[in-house]
């Protein structure tokens, strides 16, 4: 599975961006979809993901009621709309996929995309 992020930028607080991730190489259904985000000097830390099937989504709790994950089937595409954005938002966001239901734990991660950085000013 290839995973290629976009829609990355920089943004004012309290803006809006909406990051995409393409999945190529064969259908991803049955996968769990992720979104994590690293900041400088920081550990990459889970954000968001979604069931492939089903669509059940999990968030971190500093990104709830301003980020939705969602999926289009007919595209294989993940997207994380990003609204009411902080600062403390800026980081470089990756894309994620697992055969697991929780992805959360890093180590169920199987496949990483390569990252788009988002720069939220104040």
């Known amino acids: 599975v290839q995973l290629v992020e976009s829609g990355g930028g920089l943004v004012q607080a309290g803006g809006s961006l909406r990051l995409s991730c393409a999945a190529s190489?064969?259908?991803?259904?049955?996968?769990?979809m992720g979104w994590f985000r690293q900041a400088p000097g920081k550990e990459r830390e889970f954000v968001a993901s979604?069931?492939?099937?089903?669509?059940?989504?999990y968030y971190v709790d500093s990104v709830k009621g301003r980020f939705t994950i969602s999926r289009d089937s007919a595209k294989n595409t993940v997207y994380l709309q990003m609204n009411s954005v902080k600062p403390e938002d800026t980081a470089v966001y990756y894309c994620?996929?697992?055969?697991?239901?929780?992805?959360?734990?890093?180590?169920?991660?199987?496949?990483w995309g390569q990252g788009t950085q988002v720069t939220v000013s104040s």
């Open positions: 190489g064969r259908t991803i259904g049955g996968y769990t």
């Open positions: 979604i069931w492939w099937s089903g669509g059940v989504t």
């Open positions: 994620a996929a697992s055969a697991a239901l929780e992805i959360a734990a890093m180590s169920n991660v199987g496949y």
